[in-house]
Structure formats: C-alpha cells, structure tokens
C-alpha cells in the first residue's frame, strides 16, 4: 500500500496508547494484593515493556497511513547504503523493495532507546512532548532500575547513576508503592501524547478517510460525487449513492467493478460484476488491478473496523 492517499485516522492512531494504558492500569491493581519480592522485580521490565510498545506501535500505525512519508524521504538514501540492500537489489520487484525500506526504517526505530523512540514519535507526528519535565526524570530513572536490575541485580553503580539522571537513588528496591508511581507516571505520560495527538488529527476522522479513499477511486465522477454519496448521521457514515442499477448506463464497467468490491467490503454485497473489470484493454486491466490491489491493501494494513458504516439505496 504505498499510493500517496492519506488513510490516517486520529481513532487509530490513539488507540494503541489507549490499550497500553488500560493494560498499566490493570496492571497496578494487581500490585496491590502481591508482595511477593521477585514477582514485583519482574514487573518493572513488564511495565517499562507496554510503555515502549505503545510508541513503536504508534509510529508504525503512521506509517501504515502515510508510508510515501518515508518513500519520499532522505532517509531511504540512508537505507540504500546498507550492504544487504545493495546485495540483493536486483532481487526486489517494486513492492518487495518498498515493503524492504519500511521494515528496515522500522528496525532502526526499535533498536533505539526508549528517549529515542519518543523523539522519533514527537518528529514524525509532528507533535510536542515534553522530554525536559519531571515526569520524564521519573521515567528516566525507572528505566535506568531496570537496566540496573537486569545486568547488576540492583546493586547502585556509576552506570545506573549515570543513567538515572536528578533522581538517581543510592539504594534500590522495587516494591508495590514504586511501581504503582511509575505506572501513574507513564500513563500520564501517554496521556499528554493521546492529547496532542488528538489535537493535532482532530480532522482526520473516519468520514474525511473514507473521503479520500473514494476520491482516488472514482474521483468524484459523475453520479459519483463524494459529497453527494455520503454523509455522517450520529456517528454513523452512511452511504445515500446510487445503486448498481442507477449507475448502469451511466458509467464504465471498470467503474462499476470498482464501487462493487468498495461495497462488497462496506457492505457485505456481493461481486457479480467484479468480473467486468477483465472486459478492457490490457493498459486498462494494468491501472485497475493496480487500484483494487491498492484496495484490499488498505483494508488489511489499516482498522476500518471501528467505522460504523450503513449503505443502503437511495430513494
């Protein structure tokens, strides 16, 4: 999925720090009735854990919306100094070689520390986050006790002291009351990204996605105009289009397969006339393929299943 439609959403871009902070917070409730010593040790990696997947997975639900960000980027000039790409080149059909520069953009993201993450999500997204304040300090230190823990079994040295930053701490314990505030910390962490995340992509709703997925398929044809096929009802996107027969006579049969497979997808309809797609010219076939491949892509890549979506004919 890499034509230049931007399919980003602020409901899915939001929703994995969402999870994340529903899973810290049940987390914390449990650590209220366990006291066991190397049970509570091992939750502190766990914690630090569902925070940092919440940024990785944040940047590549971006990327899933928005890839030609990338594509289109310096850093695929980066990417292709890389010895394995230059091996294997000649290799790659188009896709492959696309697919293969996300991945390694992605690998180098995740090999990065967590301070690098954030920064990476504040860039990309194009969003403030707060690296300077004192609930960045906790979490610094938090992770520098788990670093600590993990390689000197909690024992205070130059490293963790280095790591840890102002709130370095000369002994250390991991027990219930700490990592319930660390939890607290993260998530409000998280929460202050959430904000500035839906403040940022207040118009990237589910209505203005669907919007320019349609425009790149039927781009705003006769009978076919957005605006006159689709509104939003309560929070319901809700299709007042014509049916297939309304369009019958009035458009090509490459149109008409295309608007069967969207409402095949929106609508659970079948695909009678997907077949009418193969009654064109091979110059043809190659343009359409192209866009129903695009199609399923966005289906897969990107959650359309928290659209509420009704399609019915119009009267």
């Known amino acids: 999925m890499f034509e230049n439609v931007d399919l980003l959403t602020k409901d899915n871009l939001i929703r994995h720090i969402q999870k994340k902070t529903s899973n810290l917070s049940e987390i914390a409730t449990l650590l209220q009735t366990n006291q066991n010593s190397l049970i509570l ?27 030609y ?24 059909e188009e896709k492959q070689f696309k697919e293969y520069i996300l991945e390694e953009y992605l690998l180098q993201i995740e090999n990065r520390c967590i301070k690098d993450k954030i920064k990476k999500v504040r860039k990309l997204l194009q969003i ?42 000369e002994k250390l314990q991991i027990n219930s009351l700490y990592l319930v505030k660390i939890i607290t910390i993260l998530n409000n962490f998280l929460l202050k990204i959430q904000e500035a995340i839906e403040k940022k992509y207040s118009s990237n709703s589910n209505i203005a996605v669907i919007e320019r997925l349609w ?19 309560n929070g319901i996107v809700v299709y007042m289009g014509p049916s297939l027969d309304g369009l019958k006579g009035c458009h090509s049969p490459r149109t008409i397969c295309l608007w069967s497979a969207w409402m095949s997808f929106f ?9 009418t797609i193969f009654h064109v010219n091979e110059k043809d076939r190659k343009i359409y393929f192209k866009k129903l491949i695009f199609f399923m892509e966005c289906f897969e890549k990107i959650s359309f299943q928290s659209f509420t979506v009704k399609v019915y004919d119009k009267p």
């Open 41 to 67: 040790k091992s939750f502190l990696p766990l914690i630090l854990a569902y925070f940092e997947a919440s940024l990785i997975d944040t940047i590549k639900e971006y990327l899933l919306a928005r890839p």
């Open 69 to 92: 960000e990338i594509l289109t980027s310096k850093k695929v000039k980066e990417i292709l100094i890389d010895k394995r790409f230059a091996q294997n080149r000649n290799n790659f």
């Open 128 to 169: 403030e986050i707060d690296l300077g304040g004192n609930d960045w300090e906790q979490i610094r230190e938090s992770i520098a006790r788990r670093n600590c823990l993990i390689h000197n079994d909690l024992i205070s040295n130059e490293t963790y002291l280095k790591q840890a930053g102002a709130q370095a701490e």
């Open 215 to 233: 425009n790149y398929f039927f781009e705003n044809q006769f009978k076919l105009k957005f605006n006159d096929c689709w509104k939003e009802e």
């Open 267 to 275: 609508a659970g309809g079948d695909l009678k006339n997907f077949d």
